[in-house]
């Protein structure tokens, strides 16, 4: 079995939103949570045990922290989807460490941290 990734300190400001689903298949089920994945710029999910994530107003205001779970996934259980407000999105290690800020749109269900 391959080793899991874990994220490096490097900060490349990568990240994407998608509004709709390529090609024209329509979706039949939608995110009631607003969720963050964290993945390796090959799309396989960084081993994120112990990390954190914040989501802020623009203006500050820390709205929730949640926990990575092993797989690179967090969801906010008390904020919505779609997301009314742009979201600050700030992840930390273990120790405190500040690995990634991100700005995420409103409007969105989930957002991709890539590297």
Same mark, same amino acid.
């Given at each position: 079995?391959?080793?899991? +990734?874990?994220?490096?300190?490097?900060?490349?400001?990568?990240?994407?939103?998608?509004? %709709?689903?390529?090609? !024209?298949?329509?979706?039949?089920?939608?995110?009631?949570?607003?969720?963050?994945?964290?993945? &390796?710029? &090959?799309?396989?999910?960084?081993?994120?045990?112990?990390?954190?994530? !914040?989501? &802020?107003?623009?203006?500050?205001?820390?709205?929730?922290?949640? %926990?990575?779970?092993?797989?690179? !996934?967090?969801?906010?259980?008390?904020?919505?989807?779609?997301?009314?407000?742009?979201?600050? +999105?700030?992840?930390?290690?273990?120790?405190?460490? +500040?690995?990634? !800020? %991100?700005?995420?749109?409103?409007?969105?269900?989930?957002?991709?941290?890539?590297?």
């Amino acid at each position: 079995m391959a080793k899991a +990734l874990r994220p490096a300190k490097l900060d490349t400001g990568q990240g994407k939103v998608l509004r %709709r689903m390529p090609g !024209t298949l329509k979706p039949t089920q939608r995110l009631s949570r607003f969720t963050v994945l964290w993945v &390796s710029t &090959s799309g396989v999910p960084f081993q994120t045990a112990g990390f954190t994530c !914040t989501a &802020s107003t623009v203006g500050g205001t820390r709205l929730a922290t949640v %926990r990575f779970d092993n797989y690179g !996934t967090a969801v906010f259980r008390s904020i919505g989807t779609p997301t009314t407000r742009t979201l600050i +999105l700030r992840t930390f290690d273990q120790d405190g460490v +500040l690995f990634r !800020t %991100r700005t995420v749109p409103s409007g969105v269900a989930a957002f991709a941290i890539i590297g």
